[in-house]
């Protein structure tokens, strides 16, 4: 008797210099319930991670149970919370009160057909080519990120109660946002920079807290 092995198949990342898979990374992150939707919609929200977080698809026969979307609350939060775009230095970041169907003009070049942003989804587009324009020009940028106010370590307590209640209400959305900035959460100006020489970090600079979904960042 012959036995023969045939291994699943699957398909995912055709080379090092293409950083794209078969499917888009953050559709399959809504989808299968690993994040949400943010204000840009170049990043996704994850409730273990926050927006720090990168996503890779990969196409397979091989039978897994299916995932469903969830709703933690972060998209309805966006759409009242407009600190990643005040934070963005080329305004790339929409600041509607509603996300939309329909693709708005490129500000690098209106006069051309926009093509930075697939149809069919309604979100808060994101002017890609204004954004990338500043990323080259900074050498790197992601402020919308290091802004969002899901960003933030969990080792206190209250974060936890935040996150639930962004998970159930939207009530308390512009008070939390308004905490958020109180606190001095986000982005360190630059007259504080100086201040990170006197901070007290872990020996040799491992925190073995971070990465864990209890006690950590």
């Not at 305004?91 to 009160?97: E, V, Y």
């Not at 008070?175 to 970090?201: Q, R, T």
């Amino acid at each position: 008797m012959v036995l023969f092995w045939l291994p699943a198949l699957s398909i995912g990342y055709p080379s090092e210099s293409l950083f794209h898979g078969m499917m888009p990374s953050q559709a399959d992150a809504i989808l299968t319930g690993f994040a949400e939707m943010a204000r840009n919609n170049n990043y996704c929200i994850s409730p273990e991670f926050g927006t720090v977080v990168g996503y890779y698809s990969i196409l397979t026969d091989l039978p897994l149970a299916p995932d469903k979307p969830i709703d933690a609350g972060y998209f309805r939060f966006c759409h009242t919370c407009r600190k990643c775009a005040e934070a963005c230095p080329s305004q790339a970041i929409s600041f509607d009160s509603e996300p939309s169907w329909e693709i708005p003009p490129s500000s690098v070049d209106p006069a051309k057909e926009t093509k930075y942003s697939t149809p069919g989804k309604k979100v808060f587009h994101t002017d890609s080519p204004a954004c990338y324009s500043r990323w080259i020009g900074l050498h790197g940028c992601a402020r919308c990120m290091g802004t969002c106010v899901f960003n933030t370590n969990m080792k206190a307590m209250v974060h936890d109660v935040v996150r639930a209640t962004v998970g159930t209400t939207g009530l308390f959305n512009g008070f939390l946002w308004n905490a958020d900035k109180a606190f001095g959460y986000g982005l360190v100006p630059p007259e504080k920079w100086e201040e990170w020489w006197d901070k007290d970090y872990p020996v040799l600079g491992q925190d073995s807290t971070i990465g864990s979904y209890y006690g950590g960042y």
